[in-house]
């Protein structure tokens, strides 16, 4: 018995298809993904303290910073690995109220 080719060719096609990108998708699977970002190891922590009715985010957006952590209690603003440009750059931004490399604090008293 035979089959004709109007019934055949469509499924000989969609086997084909699925052949064809098994390699593909295996290929894929085995390829990294992009690599997250990661902070420059060169470039200090600094902790920038914003005005209470801006957000530390934004701002810090607005420099093409991700802040390693945002404060919004005790003080508010955001931790961030910063450029001197980067630096220089939120000097000038109106609402940025102090920028600090951060540190180790000590008392510093002497008894």
Do not use: C, N
């Amino acid at each position: 018995m035979r089959l004709p080719l109007s019934r055949v060719l469509p499924v000989a096609l969609a086997v084909l298809a699925a052949v064809a990108v098994l390699p593909v998708s295996a290929a894929s699977a085995s390829e990294r993904g992009p690599v997250p970002y990661a902070f420059p190891v060169d470039h200090p922590t600094y902790i920038v303290t914003v005005r209470k009715d801006l957000d530390p985010a934004e701002v810090a957006g607005l420099v093409g910073v991700t802040p390693v952590h945002v404060f919004r209690s005790s003080l508010h603003g955001f931790a961030a690995r910063l450029s001197p440009a980067q630096v220089a750059a939120l000097e000038v931004l109106p609402g940025v109220e102090s920028i600090e490399e951060d540190g180790t604090a000590s008392q510093g008293w002497t008894f």
